[in-house]
């Protein structure tokens, strides 16, 4: 079988009229970091982000510390009557959770009705959070239960993707297998263009914004 | 799938007499085009960014073949497969092939263009492979046995009472009523399919060269389920869906969701950079990427080259008038509106989609919200004259116009025509100057009066009142 690749190679070639590019061309697009526009915004950037996560029914709560997460996790399972259970990544395993919680690192199963998990990150342009996946935090623990709980120290959250980019790029491993940007509970308008919550991913997402305390989970 | 675009003109007509047609496509529409409207005036930069995205499609298109290359090092060197795929049959083969090697039965797709493109799912039914569609639009069309109206709301001309009919057909009753119902139902029945599948395909909004990650932007999650839980994910995507670095991603997301659907952004942003790692609990054990061509290289360094630079964000169809009257499926093939009536006769032919070029008033909406700023009407005024020079436009058309160039060739010829007309077309108007029949043009006069002229040609009053 004759190799699509470089046939395919060899075709745009043809069309653009020249051969394949020279060292230093490549090297020079190699090196190109373009610097578009960003999108400006006075606000503060804690305010904007819970600003705008909540605008597309994302929910927040504020705790104090990082020992404050057991209590405000228990406090939203209670609202929500969910049984004392759930996925819990790695890193927030040695907090103080209460006695009779069961908890897990994952991966969520089809059963699974509630996970907690860290973030790498904040982003204040749209009020997004991103979660980089590994053994710390498996991608089945922010699709799979009904109900996410994000845990997210306030000087996580930076200003532009741009930001966020250069975290990412910053990882031991450099880009995790799945990095996930969401920006609220799962959603579709694909009936009547009606939206409704909860289509195929967690039908609510609440952030657990850490206004002081030690960084978690990355 | 099949082409049926040489019907556009039946289609249209059936379309335009089905009131339940324009009672979705009417509540629909209207709700893109207005939150598009509400964000882009919020958003200063918006003009800026439009250019931007522009200059970096041509940038990568110019210099294609390097930051394709440069993909599949990424791609490799994460632990991923790329392979590449010349036109729709070899993209098939490439699948089919992988499902054969890991025994697969069930098959989960998130939405992709470009497997409806290659005709995916029917090759892989013919196998005997179970093919379950995702997301709730591309499920609701699969139970329908329907392709796509729309190419980013691809049930959009379904009303709730006909989603509640397939689903009482397909799930049993008892029959779902409500919008949140139906939902939850598909939620249910597809919650089992994500867990079983054995290969998992989506398609691939981006492909950044830099680190050789795929991105899907998502409202529903249904993308991420399906590439996470299955054993093998797949990813199809066209060769020009490349972005040089994570940079560009960043003004690509500023663009795309409030372009389509007109939201500040759509709730999932998923880059997949490789398969399951040492150490992880969950993801696929196989990454591949399939680069489709499928005519695209073709389409480089000639006149619809800008056409390559769509990010398939549907705004052109969202404003057209012609695809809010008639809807998706008229045209025919797997993309509607103006982006499908250039993609169209350049991927199948021109000879089978006369009319797609010519169903257009040349309005300029399109152009005026592609985020990219495609010339959709320059494109689709180029592909007019093509199939003029190529003898593709109906005998009498071509006949009349080779009578008009006769005359307007020859300036005296021409004003008198124009004089002989004017009167002529006066005097049939009548008392209140209207004209209720014209010979050649009985499609125009059949719903509307045409105004006749007032007896001089302009040439004669230019004259006459510089005297």
Same mark, same amino acid.
């Given at each position: 079988?004759?190799?699509?690749?470089?046939?395919?190679?060899?075709?745009?070639?043809?069309?653009?009229?020249?051969?394949?590019?020279?060292?230093?061309?490549?090297?020079?697009?190699?090196?190109?970091?373009?610097?578009?526009?960003?999108?400006?915004?006075? =606000?503060?950037?804690?305010?904007?982000?819970? @600003?705008?996560? =909540?605008?597309?029914?994302?929910?927040?709560?504020?705790?104090?510390?990082?020992?404050?997460?057991?209590?405000?996790?228990?406090?939203?399972?209670?609202?929500?009557?969910?049984?004392?259970?759930? @996925?819990?990544?790695?890193?927030?395993?040695?907090?103080?959770?209460?006695?009779?919680?069961?908890?897990?690192?994952?991966?969520?199963?089809?059963?699974?009705?509630?996970?907690?998990?860290?973030?790498?990150?904040?982003? @204040?342009?749209?009020?997004?959070?991103?979660?980089?996946?590994?053994?710390?935090?498996?991608?089945?623990?922010?699709?799979?239960?009904?109900?996410?709980?994000?845990?997210?120290?306030?000087?996580?959250?930076?200003?532009?993707?741009?930001?966020?980019?250069?975290?990412?790029?910053?990882?031991?491993?450099?880009?995790?297998?799945?990095?996930?940007?969401?920006?609220?509970?799962?959603?579709?308008?694909?009936?009547?263009?009606?939206?409704?919550?909860?289509?195929?991913?967690?039908?609510?997402?609440?952030?657990?914004?850490? =206004?002081?305390?030690?960084?978690?989970?990355? | 799938?099949? !082409?049926?675009?040489?019907?556009?003109?039946?289609?249209?007509?059936?379309?335009?007499?089905?009131?339940?047609?324009?009672?979705?496509?009417?509540?629909?529409?209207?709700?893109?085009?207005?939150?598009?409207?509400? #964000?882009?005036?919020?958003?200063?930069?918006?003009?800026?960014?439009?250019?931007?995205?522009?200059?970096?499609?041509?940038?990568?298109?110019?210099?294609?073949?390097?930051?394709?290359?440069?993909?599949? $090092?990424?791609?490799?060197?994460?632990?991923?497969?790329?392979?590449?795929?010349?036109?729709?049959?070899?993209?098939?083969?490439?699948?089919?092939?992988?499902?054969?090697?890991?025994?697969?039965?069930?098959?989960?797709?998130?939405?992709?263009? !470009?497997?409806?493109?290659?005709?995916?799912?029917?090759?892989?039914?013919?196998?005997?492979?179970?093919?379950?569609?995702?997301?709730?639009?591309?499920?609701?069309?699969?139970?329908?046995?329907?392709?796509? $109206?729309?190419?980013?709301?691809?049930?959009?001309?379904?009303?709730?009472?006909?989603?509640?009919?397939?689903?009482?057909?397909?799930?049993?009753? %008892?029959?779902?009523?409500?919008?949140?119902?139906?939902?939850?139902?598909?939620?249910? !029945?597809?919650?089992?399919?994500?867990?079983?599948?054995?290969?998992?395909?989506?398609?691939?909004?981006? #492909?950044?060269?830099?680190?050789?990650?795929?991105?899907?932007?998502?409202?529903?999650?249904?993308?991420?389920?399906?590439?996470?839980?299955?054993?093998?994910?797949?990813?199809?995507?066209?060769?020009?869906?490349?972005?040089?670095?994570?940079?560009?991603?960043?003004?690509?997301?500023?663009?795309?969701?409030? $372009?389509?659907?007109?939201?500040?952004?759509?709730?999932?942003?998923?880059?997949?950079?490789?398969?399951?790692?040492?150490?992880? !609990?969950?993801? %696929?054990?196989?990454?591949?990427?399939?680069?489709?061509?499928?005519?695209?290289?073709?389409?480089?360094?000639?006149?619809?080259?800008?056409?390559?630079?769509?990010?398939?964000?549907?705004?052109?169809?969202?404003?057209?008038?012609?695809?809010?009257?008639?809807?998706?499926?008229?045209?025919?093939?797997?993309?509607?509106?103006?982006?499908?009536?250039?993609?169209? %006769?350049?991927?199948?032919?021109?000879?089978?989609?006369?009319?797609?070029?010519?169903?257009?008033?040349?309005?300029?909406?399109?152009?005026?919200?592609?985020?990219?700023?495609?010339?959709?009407?320059?494109?689709?005024?180029?592909?007019?004259?093509?199939?003029?020079?190529?003898?593709?436009?109906?005998?009498?058309?071509?006949?009349?116009?080779?009578?008009?160039?006769?005359?307007?060739?020859?300036?005296?010829?021409?004003?008198?025509?124009?004089?002989?007309?004017?009167?002529? #077309?006066?005097?049939?108007?009548?008392?209140?100057?209207?004209?209720?029949?014209?010979?050649?043009?009985?499609?125009?006069?059949? #719903?509307?009066?045409?105004?006749?002229?007032?007896?001089?040609?302009?040439?004669?009053?230019?004259?006459?009142?510089?005297?």
């Amino acid at each position: 079988m004759p190799d699509s690749r470089s046939a395919i190679l060899r075709q745009i070639r043809t069309a653009l009229g020249r051969g394949p590019l020279s060292d230093s061309a490549a090297a020079a697009l190699d090196a190109r970091r373009p610097a578009h526009t960003r999108i400006a915004f006075d =606000e503060d950037l804690v305010e904007r982000f819970v @600003a705008r996560f =909540e605008s597309r029914s994302g929910t927040v709560a504020r705790v104090s510390r990082l020992d404050a997460i057991p209590a405000a996790v228990a406090a939203y399972r209670q609202a929500h009557g969910l049984p004392p259970r759930a @996925a819990v990544a790695r890193p927030l395993a040695g907090l103080p959770w209460p006695a009779g919680f069961a908890h897990h690192p994952g991966p969520a199963g089809p059963d699974e009705q509630m996970s907690v998990t860290p973030c790498l990150a904040g982003i @204040a342009e749209i009020g997004s959070l991103m979660l980089a996946s590994g053994p710390d935090s498996p991608t089945t623990l922010n699709f799979v239960p009904d109900h996410h709980l994000i845990v997210l120290p306030a000087g996580h959250i930076v200003r532009h993707f741009e930001d966020a980019w250069t975290l990412l790029r910053a990882l031991p491993g450099g880009l995790p297998r799945a990095t996930n940007i969401i920006s609220g509970p799962s959603r579709t308008g694909d009936v009547e263009l009606t939206i409704q919550l909860g289509a195929h991913g967690p039908r609510s997402v609440h952030v657990l914004l850490v =206004e002081d305390g030690p960084a978690a989970g990355g | 799938m099949d !082409v049926s675009s040489p019907r556009f003109k039946q289609k249209a007509v059936i379309a335009l007499a089905n009131p339940t047609l324009r009672q979705a496509l009417g509540q629909s529409r209207k709700g893109f085009v207005n939150k598009r409207a509400e #964000l882009v005036a919020a958003l200063p930069e918006f003009e800026a960014l439009r250019d931007q995205a522009r200059d970096v499609k041509n940038h990568v298109l110019e210099n294609l073949d390097h930051y394709l290359e440069r993909f599949d $090092s990424a791609v490799t060197a994460a632990g991923g497969h790329v392979h590449w795929a010349r036109d729709a049959e070899e993209a098939r083969n490439i699948i089919l092939g992988i499902c054969e090697r890991v025994q697969a039965r069930t098959i989960t797709k998130g939405k992709s263009m !470009v497997s409806e493109e290659v005709n995916l799912n029917a090759a892989l039914e013919a196998r005997g492979y179970t093919v379950v569609e995702t997301d709730l639009g591309e499920y609701i069309i699969q139970l329908a046995k329907e392709p796509p $109206s729309h190419i980013i709301a691809p049930a959009i001309h379904k009303t709730k009472e006909q989603v509640s009919d397939l689903f009482e057909a397909a799930h049993g009753g %008892p029959r779902k009523t409500t919008v949140a119902d139906l939902v939850t139902e598909a939620r249910l !029945v597809l919650r089992d399919k994500y867990f079983k599948a054995d290969v998992g395909i989506t398609g691939g909004n981006y #492909l950044v060269a830099e680190t050789g990650s795929s991105i899907i932007v998502t409202n529903e999650g249904n993308g991420d389920l399906t590439q996470t839980l299955a054993k093998v994910h797949i990813v199809t995507s066209g060769i020009e869906r490349i972005v040089p670095t994570l940079e560009d991603v960043s003004l690509f997301l500023r663009i795309l969701a409030r $372009s389509a659907t007109g939201q500040e952004t759509e709730t999932y942003t998923t880059l997949s950079t490789g398969p399951r790692r040492p150490g992880d !609990v969950d993801g %696929p054990e196989e990454f591949h990427v399939v680069l489709v061509d499928n005519g695209r290289s073709k389409m480089l360094g000639g006149k619809f080259q800008d056409m390559l630079r769509c990010i398939r964000c549907g705004a052109c169809m969202n404003h057209c008038p012609v695809y809010g009257a008639v809807g998706g499926h008229a045209y025919g093939w797997v993309y509607p509106g103006p982006m499908g009536s250039v993609l169209t %006769p350049l991927f199948v032919g021109l000879d089978a989609t006369y009319d797609l070029p010519n169903a257009c008033t040349l309005n300029g909406r399109c152009q005026s919200v592609c985020p990219v700023r495609i010339p959709l009407p320059e494109l689709l005024r180029e592909l007019r004259h093509q199939q003029h020079q190529r003898g593709i436009s109906p005998p009498v058309q071509r006949r009349a116009l080779g009578v008009w160039r006769f005359v307007a060739e020859r300036p005296g010829l021409y004003q008198f025509a124009n004089r002989l007309a004017a009167r002529a #077309l006066k005097s049939l108007g009548g008392r209140d100057g209207r004209l209720r029949h014209l010979p050649f043009a009985g499609g125009w006069t059949a #719903l509307r009066d045409l105004p006749a002229p007032e007896g001089k040609t302009f040439l004669e009053l230019w004259h006459a009142r510089k005297a």
